[in-house]
């Protein structure tokens, strides 16, 4: 489990350090946030292709796991 | 809708800031297409953004969205051919056709209903095991052609013979010259897959708070051999003025798997690992097994400055059961250790087996991932950094990097170019093959030092040999040896003396790979989008993190190809919001002359070509599904007939019939899209994807096996798909007065569906075409003319249609060309409410039999596979409901609902009677 240890800190220590770089934000500053392109999926159909692409060809784990399905990818 | 009107936006699409990507997306893309300038308006955008929640991208790629998003899909997989150092490849490479729909509805400002449906259609070659190239794991397999004996390709051996080793376990072959020398090549051992579906589909509800959402949902995955049932629960809390969100997710997902294992191979695969877990039905051998997958994950979205923000997410799931992959095998070279060290150094023989592969019962794997997004405002594009890395406890650490750039372009454009590496280190029991130091089986001895023997029918009781030779019990007593099937007793290799685990999968290897690729979207007026993207990937055991993995013979390429329909309902205003339907209740919408703007919109759901639209730029969007499915008792003409009839006379004169279908099922899914240049005149395109499936038994009566010729074989079916023909239509109105309306279609068929797909080969038999009826679609070009009347009088509406194809080619590439339709149908309606219709129809359909025939070779195992047991004449009821959505947030959906029952069916020669149709339909008119 020192794998799982690794993980937690690595997050909190992102978490924390992001936390403290970031600068107020007000609402009416957002417009560039806003905009299509700095979405974080952007094109998620795409996407979602990508992912069952990899996941039949790849091993490695998801960080979105939750969603589940995929079938068996056998081939 | 360009970048103009973007820029009055910025700054006020203000409280958006952390929201899920699809949602801002699609705010912003509702923005640019409604003039934002009045206050109630802007009000109202701000009031709807506060209660937009990013987050549900845990659940669903296109979840959020606030006013209803429909989309569809269509990608394709395709592999490059595969290194078999120098065996004849006829292999066809892997393909996967992938068709996807999603969509997402809101029920009230903050509640969401979600779908998604994912159908594939894979077929080709893949890899069943890994072998030594020394083993010679391909057979040749030669035809007689006019010229002589060819080869025309190999057929994979999995339990191939006279593979030697040298004293240091290295595999020997002849080389150019002649000379037995060290060889270590590997090589992979491809087996054909005849075309099999899945199809998967789940449902979300989603609920927003101002700073919060929870979303959860469930679905199915269903293959012929492997079922799967997942659910999952999400949300999503904003923090700190939503400069920060919490996501959160967790998951389960069961699994059954019940692999039908490969007939022909099956045979030479060792498969004692798992003797429990087989059952033996109908001639095939089932490999059933369960298994669970628990997930959670969590992430975090932080915004850093006005134009950056990160994105973490960490992921845990815990696998648990059969996790093997049930389809693979592991190469085991058995060597005598009493050959081996008897001091000599000629070669050694290897016993080739093939063991299928044993993974450990659970595995943890962890993920996480990072991703930096930068406004660039240089060129108003974003730059998109990805890393993630994962390890699992199978010893498999991956790392990944990817980048994009997005670029806004003029013109509603967007372009994405995208580059990802990927590196992952082997599983700790992953190998090529492995060599093990005993006999796959040898003698038994008894504690006295002899031979035994036993019973091949009551293997329980053991036997001997004197000194004579005479067979004698353990007592002594000599036994009637010719009452009695007696062989050498033998015993199994020792699995304690092999690995515990063990895999040639390529994909647990080591291994690295490169991809590349674009997106291109473009943003129409109306919410509608097209999207388009390609990607290449290849796989290179070179291109591993820190060295080689040393197993480049596994090395092979790919590209995907996916094309999209995007509609944002908020944004596609109908541009008659009060529905077709109304008109039916208020004549005041009547002319003076008596001609009305409308039609309504309530023929029957499994009619075509019957709705036109009526205003200038209107446009419709559809979606139509058809099932229909044949089975039952094998029918000539109008009566049902015995297997011994069609054994003697479904096939011809010189073929007895030994196969016979039990069922098919096809499944059509049509996208329906319309637009009117004109009041006169529409235009109608219809993209065509289709699933079949078919299973066959055999007759009774049928004349005995002869070898080398196609038998179907245990409980497997046929499936294939996806992309079946292309329809392309005019419809012309011909003539309207006060409640009646006459109007022609002249339609094209394009043959965009192959008839050409092949049952896989069979070692050294060729599989040849699949039956006519499986095939996607006409392979040649059709016209396709109706004509349609339509009436309606108060709550009452009537019509009549005849319509036809006639193929405009004498055969397809294929060689055939299926028989000419013709089709009249006549119906009447009601509306039984200002929403709700109900239709009645008697429909008359004839089809000719096929003419001409295959071209290629064609097994012709039964009645299917002759070209004049197809069409006949068919008389069904249709009974239907149609929902037009007069008004509220759904205003301008149309749904219809058709049941056609046969009453009467007359068909060409031989064929399974049809059992019903459904059809459904839906269509949103703006």
Not at chain 1, 3 to 20: P, Q, Y
Not at chain 2, 277 to 282: D, P, V
Not at chain 2, 419 to 425: A, L, M, V
Request: glycine share 10%.
């Amino acid at each position: 489990m020192r794998l799982k240890r690794l993980f937690i800190l690595g997050l909190t220590g992102i978490a924390l350090l992001t936390l403290s770089a970031c600068a107020s934000v007000a609402a009416w500053e957002r417009g560039y946030l806003a905009k299509p392109q700095m979405a974080i999926d952007p094109n998620p159909l795409q996407h979602h292709i990508q992912l069952h692409n990899y996941f039949s060809r790849e091993a490695a784990a998801s960080t979105h796991s939750a969603d589940g399905g995929g079938g068996c990818g056998c081939y | 809708m360009g970048l103009k009107q973007e820029k009055p936006l910025q700054g006020r699409v203000s409280v958006v800031c952390l929201n899920s990507p699809q949602h801002r997306h699609s705010r912003t893309q509702t923005r640019l297409s409604q003039p934002v300038d009045t206050a109630s308006k802007a009000l109202k955008a701000l009031t709807s953004a506060a209660i937009v929640l990013p987050g549900l991208m845990l659940s669903s790629a296109q979840a959020a969205d606030d006013g209803g998003r429909i989309n569809f899909q269509f990608s394709r997989y395709q592999e490059g051919t595969r290194n078999l150092f120098g065996a004849p490849n006829n292999f066809d490479p892997i393909r996967a056709d992938v068709l996807h729909g999603n969509g997402l509805f809101p029920l009230t400002d903050r509640a969401k209903f979600s779908f998604n449906y994912t159908q594939d259609t894979w077929s080709g070659a893949t890899p069943i095991t890994t072998s030594p190239l020394a083993a010679n794991p391909y057979q040749l397999i030669r035809a007689n052609t006019p010229s002589g004996t060819t080869v025309v390709g190999a057929s994979p051996l999995i339990f191939p013979r006279g593979l030697l080793l040298d004293r240091d376990l290295n595999p020997l072959r002849n080389n150019s010259e002649g000379v037995l020398a060290q060889d270590t090549r590997s090589v992979l051992v491809l087996a054909s897959a005849s075309p099999e579906t899945r199809h998967q589909a789940n449902f979300g509800l989603g609920y927003e708070w101002d700073e919060a959402a929870i979303n959860a949902s469930a679905g199915f995955s269903l293959e012929n051999d492997y079922r799967s049932s997942f659910g999952n629960l999400g949300g999503r809390l904003d923090f700190n003025q939503k400069l920060t969100t919490v996501k959160f997710g967790a998951g389960y997902t069961s699994s059954n798997i019940s692999a039908i294992l490969d007939h022909d191979a099956s045979p030479y695969l060792t498969k004692t690992a798992f003797d429990r877990q087989i059952e033996r039905r109908g001639g095939s051998e089932i490999l059933h097994g369960e298994r669970q997958d628990w997930s959670a994950n969590l992430g975090l979205t932080q915004v850093l400055n006005k134009q950056a923000l990160v994105d973490a997410n960490f992921g845990y799931t815990h696998s648990q059961g059969f996790l093997e992959n049930p389809y693979k095998a592991m190469t085991v070279i058995f060597v005598d250790p009493d050959i081996l060290n008897n001091g000599q150094t000629t070669p050694v023989p290897g016993d080739v087996r093939a063991l299928l592969e044993q993974r450990p019962g659970q595995r943890n794997q962890f993920a996480f991932n990072t991703k930096y997004i930068q406004h660039i405002n240089l060129l108003d594009a974003a730059l998109h950094l990805d890393y993630k890395f994962t390890a699992d406890d199978w010893g498999i650490k991956t790392h990944t990097f990817d980048a994009s750039w997005v670029q806004p372009l003029p013109f509603g454009w967007m372009f994405t170019p995208r580059i990802r590496y990927y590196s992952q280190d082997s599983a700790s029991f992953y190998n090529p093959y492995l060599i093990s130091q005993q006999n796959f089986s040898r003698q038994a001895f008894d504690s006295f030092g002899r031979e035994v023997w036993v019973d091949s029918l009551n293997p329980a009781t053991e036997y001997f040999r004197d000194a004579n030779f005479n067979l004698v019990d353990g007592a002594g007593n000599p036994v009637n040896e010719a009452t009695l099937l007696v062989e050498p007793k033998t015993v199994a290799f020792d699995p304690g003396l092999l690995p515990g685990n063990f895999s040639s999968d390529h994909r647990l290897a080591g291994f690295g790979a490169l991809s590349g690729g674009f997106t291109l979207s473009r943003q129409f007026a109306k919410g509608i989008a097209l999207e388009a993207g390609f990607e290449y990937y290849t796989r290179a055991s070179g291109f591993k993190l820190g060295g080689g993995g040393g197993n480049g013979f596994a090395d092979f390429d790919y590209y995907v190809a996916n094309a999209a329909l995007k509609l944002n309902l908020e944004s596609m205003s109908p541009s008659n919001p009060l529905g077709i339907t109304l008109h039916g209740h208020h004549r005041s919408h009547v002319k003076d002359d008596g001609s009305s703007d409308h039609h309504r919109h309530n023929q029957p759901a499994g009619l075509m070509y019957a709705h036109m639209l009526d205003k200038p730029g209107q446009f419709m969007v559809g979606y139509r599904f058809m099932y229909s499915r044949q089975d039952g008792r094998m029918h000539h003409g109008a009566h049902a007939v015995s297997d011994q009839t069609v054994v003697d006379q479904g096939c011809n004169d010189e073929i007895l019939c030994r196969f016979t279908p039990t069922y098919m099922n096809m499944r059509m899914h049509m996208l329906d899209l319309m637009y009117a240049p004109t009041r006169w005149l529409n235009l109608m395109v219809m993209p065509t994807f289709m699933d079949m499936d078919m299973n066959l038994r055999e007759l009774d009566g049928r004349p005995p096996r002869v070898p080398g010729v196609h038998e179907h074989t245990g409980i497997v079916g046929h499936s294939t798909g996806v992309i079946g023909d292309t329809l392309m239509a005019a419809l012309l109105k011909l003539y309207q007065k006060r409640g009646h309306r006459l109007h022609a279609s002249l339609g094209l068929s394009a043959p965009s569906g192959k008839t050409d797909i092949e049952l896989r080969r069979i070692f050294q038999i060729d599989g040849g075409a699949i039956h006519f009826g499986m095939q996607l679609g006409s392979g040649t070009w059709d016209f396709v003319p109706s004509l349609t009347y339509t009436g309606e009088y108060d709550r009452w509406s009537w019509g009549a249609q005849v319509s036809g194809a006639k193929r405009m080619e004498k055969q397809n590439d294929s060689g055939y060309r299926l028989g000419d339709a013709f089709q009249a149908t006549t119906w009447g309606g009601i509306d039984l409410s200002r929403w709700l219709s109900a239709t009645v129809r008697g429909v008359y359909t004839v089809q000719d039999r096929i003419h001409g025939d295959f071209n290629t070779f064609n097994a012709r195992i039964g009645p299917m596979d002759f070209p004049r047991n197809y069409g006949g004449e068919f008389w069904n009821i249709g009974v239907g409901v149609n929902v037009n959505i007069p008004g509220g947030r759904f205003v301008g959906n149309h749904l219809g609902f058709e049941w056609l029952q046969p009453v009467h069916t007359d068909v060409n020669g031989f064929q399974l009677s049809p059992k019903g149709a459904l059809a459904a339909s839906w269509s949103y008119t703006f």
